[in-house]
């Protein structure tokens, strides 16, 4: 059974660069069969879709936040990693690692992780 | 962007009651040549990941019990939960994955009354 797990920084401070890594066991990220994706939630709120990538490298990122988006992929460690730059406190969230069945829908999610961002 | 609108915000339901969550979205999520409605139902508990609950409009997961059901084509769709359980209080959310960038509804708060 795939499991996934987030892990990075629980603070970041305003313009740096958010940096987080997920983790995948139980499966290879190199299969092929999927893509794989990262969503954040702001406390209280709804969910929002960042970006995804395919293990050969291909990415697609929400045009809301493409410009400081990049998603990337570790072969040799089964992990994906995030990077969010100039960061501000509208980015505040939890942060979900999820797969997804070449962009359907997200199974399984990782329990995520809270990022603040914060001087 | 599509955007997906969730009614009622928030729900209360006696144990054992009908719960019915709707969705709608902006356009059209159904794929013509696949027939295929490309939406996807998540139940998110407090403290939790979203789960998984029903794809492609009306097919469960695997391990989803079966008082679970959506229905619904094109822009309009309905999460029912035939006999509430207290342990279907959650928040729930419906999801397009027709077009890029994927969109959620707001979510529903679903309590017992």
């Known amino acids: 059974q795939v499991q996934l797990q987030e892990s990075g920084p629980g603070l970041v401070k305003p313009s740096q660069t958010l940096s987080l890594t997920c983790t995948v066991s139980?499966?290879?990220?190199?299969?092929?069969?999927?893509?794989w994706s990262w969503i954040r939630q702001p406390a209280g709120k709804g969910l929002e879709w960042i970006g995804r990538?395919?293990?050969?490298?291909?990415?697609n990122y929400n045009p809301s936040l493409k410009s400081r988006v990049t998603i990337s992929v570790d072969t040799s460690k089964n992990q994906f990693s995030l990077k969010l730059s100039s960061v501000t406190a509208a980015d505040t969230a939890v942060y979900y690692c999820?797969?997804?069945?070449?962009?359907?829908?997200?199974?399984?999610w990782g329990q995520g992780t809270l990022v603040t961002v914060s001087s | 962007d599509i955007v997906m609108t969730q009614s009622p915000d928030s729900l209360a339901v006696s144990l054992g009651e009908r719960a019915t969550i709707n969705c709608k979205s902006s356009?059209?999520?159904?794929?013509?040549?696949?027939?295929?409605?490309?939406l996807a139902w998540y139940q998110q508990k407090p403290g939790q990941p979203p789960k998984l609950l029903i794809y492609?409009?009306?097919t469960r997961e695997s391990g989803v019990p079966d008082r679970f059901s959506g229905s619904g084509s094109g822009t309009d769709f309905t999460l029912t939960i035939s006999s509430l359980q207290a342990e279907d209080v959650a928040v729930y959310y419906c999801?397009?994955?027709?077009?890029?960038?994927?969109?959620f509804g707001q979510g529903t708060k679903l309590e017992i009354k």
């Open positions: 999820a797969r997804d069945g070449l962009g359907v829908w997200f199974d399984p």
């Open positions: 139980g499966g290879s990220i190199s299969s092929g069969s999927y893509y």
């Open positions: 990538m395919y293990s050969r490298g291909s990415t």
């Open positions: 356009q059209s999520v159904l794929y013509s040549s696949k027939n295929k409605n490309y």
């Open positions: 492609w409009a009306s």
């Open positions: 999801h397009q994955y027709y077009s890029t960038p994927d969109t």
